[in-house]
């Protein structure tokens, strides 16, 4: 998502909050892929807890998940009106999984964009096969 969405809207108003936890034994806080995400909007929280994929695994609006009850690799897009107080407000859109789900993440993020800037967000189309002659 670096390079598809947040390289290509470099003067885009946005808040990026990586949380990233252990989810399979490989994982870990000395292993998470530091240069994956490395834009400067974007804020990284390693929680060791599982908190948050925990809160949002646990309420209906967000699916049902097999690992634990805890939402994990998704993304969660909130307008600029969000609050954040028993539950956060204002939800735009989500996806699961993040890379399985980026088209969605476009669409929901481009009216939140100038519209200069939504032009980028368009889901790519993919290649055509030339016609047989």
Same mark, same amino acid.
């Given at each position: ?7 290509? *809207? ?25 240069? /994956? ?5 974007? /804020? ?32 969660? *897009? ?33 009216? /939140?964009? *100038? ?19």
């Amino acid at each position: 998502m670096q390079d598809e969405i947040l390289d290509s *809207l470099p003067s885009a108003d946005l808040k990026v909050y990586a949380v990233w936890f252990n989810m399979f034994s490989t994982d870990s806080r000395e292993s998470w892929p530091r240069d /994956l995400l490395t834009d400067p909007r974007a /804020l990284h929280f390693w929680d060791e807890g599982r908190i948050v994929g925990r809160w949002y695994g646990g309420h209906p609006d967000y699916g049902t998940f097999e690992e634990d009850g805890v939402l994990w690799d998704a993304w969660l *897009l909130y307008g600029p009106e969000a609050l954040w107080s028993d539950r956060p407000s204002h939800l735009v859109g989500w996806g699961y999984t993040i890379a399985g789900k980026r088209d969605e993440l476009r669409r929901s993020l481009a009216p /939140l964009v *100038l519209p200069s800037e939504a032009a980028v967000l368009r889901p790519r189309q993919p290649a055509r096969a030339a016609p047989a002659p």
